[in-house]
């Protein structure tokens, strides 16, 4: 995998809050990944915005694969309890069977935490995350009325706690939210500003 000097998605939501245009573009831009891995029968399991990489001309990937399963027809289902706490599905979270959708429950929460700037049950520990996940299912958003109803809505679509009436990667590319998604291109001046901005922070943090 190229360089991607851009840095974490994570450090981008640390620093700036972006639009519902960087928001549609950024998802567009995972969502056609997860849906390549899912058409090759690959789940990710640990999809979080530390593991989603920029690079300055606007490209936006998915990286860190160690926990990623490859699924064959004799066994196109997992039960292990595996990925990051605060961005499991609840079917992974029960140790139920589950299939390639649970990236898309854990891309939902990474939009959750792109636009509230923080991931859900946050400031609880590992097992509680996983006992709230498993218990209430679908967090509730803050501050609701300030997305629109079409970020509102996909959202919804992500993170359905029914696995069956969750979309996949391919139907989501044809939400409206996503093909209203503006050039990678439009995320170059985001991702140049966070740059910029860490790097004053670590010139501050060494005088």
């Not at 898309?104 to 923080?118: L, N």
């Not at 049950?121 to 609701?144: D, H, M, R, W």
Request: charged share 20%; hydrophobic share 40%; net charge neutral.
């Amino acid at each position: 995998m190229e360089y991607m000097d851009g840095g974490t998605l994570n450090d981008v939501i640390t620093e700036v809050h972006m639009s519902e245009d960087h928001v549609a573009t950024i998802s567009r831009e995972c969502l056609q990944g997860l849906d390549f891995l899912h058409s090759n029968h690959v789940m990710h399991r640990d999809v979080k915005s530390l593991n989603i990489l920029h690079k300055t001309d606007g490209s936006v990937k998915l990286a860190d694969f160690g926990l990623s399963a490859q699924l064959i027809p004799e066994q196109n289902r997992r039960s292990s309890v595996i990925g990051t706490a605060w961005w499991m599905a609840p079917e992974v979270v029960k140790g139920r069977p589950y299939g390639p959708k649970v990236d898309i429950r854990s891309f939902g929460i990474v939009g959750v935490e792109i636009v509230e700037q923080e991931v859900p049950y946050v400031n609880k520990s590992p097992l509680s995350a996983q006992f709230l996940i498993a218990t209430k299912g679908t967090p509730e958003l803050q501050q609701p009325k300030l997305l629109s109803p079409s970020l509102r809505d996909f959202l919804s679509c992500c993170l359905q706690t029914d696995e069956a009436r969750r979309w996949s990667a391919k139907e989501l590319l044809q939400h409206p939210f996503v093909t209203s998604a503006k050039p990678k291109a439009s995320l170059v001046p985001l991702i140049i500003t966070v740059n910029k901005w860490k790097e004053l922070t670590r010139m501050g943090q060494s005088l």
